[in-house]
Nanobody, 122 residues
């Protein structure tokens, strides 16, 4: 019963920051693990970050460790991805997704948002 909507994407200069939001509808949001994935043109969708139901544990792809931070506010039914020190390689469509388990495997996520474009210029 999760419906996800991403927002916050846009055009940013290399070295800059963006904060993405993933807003969920429904009253069972806190029952789900939430992950962020991204997909660049011609590339497979890849894992970025995920967070446990209560927000106590996070996991990141090596490519974003130290630069990105995932958080959640269950009272607002929202998960965030704070992106700092952005690089041109971060350019992609970013998706949030919900799973019943803690996983980095995209096929194990049940619900997906429509995505938001992030473009990093040099």
């Amino acid at each position: 019963q999760a419906q996800l909507v991403e927002s916050g994407g846009g055009l940013v200069q290399a070295g800059g920051s963006l904060r993405l939001s993933c807003a969920a509808s429904g009253r069972t949001f806190s029952s789900y693990y939430v992950g962020w994935f991204r997909q660049a043109p011609g590339k497979e969708r890849e894992f970025v970050a995920t967070i446990t139901r209560g927000g106590g544990t996070t996991t990141y792809a090596d490519s974003v460790k130290g630069r990105f931070t995932i958080t959640r506010d269950n009272a607002k039914n929202t998960v965030y991805l704070q992106m700092n020190s952005l690089k041109s390689e971060d350019t992609a469509v970013y998706y949030c997704a919900a799973s019943r388990q803690f996983t980095i495997i995209k096929n194990e996520y049940e619900y997906w948002g429509q995505g938001t474009q992030v473009t990093v210029s040099s």
